[in-house]
């Protein structure tokens, strides 16, 4: 194999890899964002669940 031959292998090869990681970027960044806007959602109904006064004694700071 010429020295020419072994260069544009190895550009094709950077080419494919850069492709390849661009391609899976974004359906991961969408997917990161949808879990985040998820899981920040959840956070809060969660915090506005424990300002609520409940009918029954919290049984998480119970004295002994």
Partial sequence: MSVMTLILLALALVVAIAVALGLAYLPMRLLMGRMAANITTFIQRQRDR??????????RHTEV
Avoid: F, L
């Fill in 50 to 59: 424990r300002r609520v006064e409940r009918g029954t004694p919290d049984r």
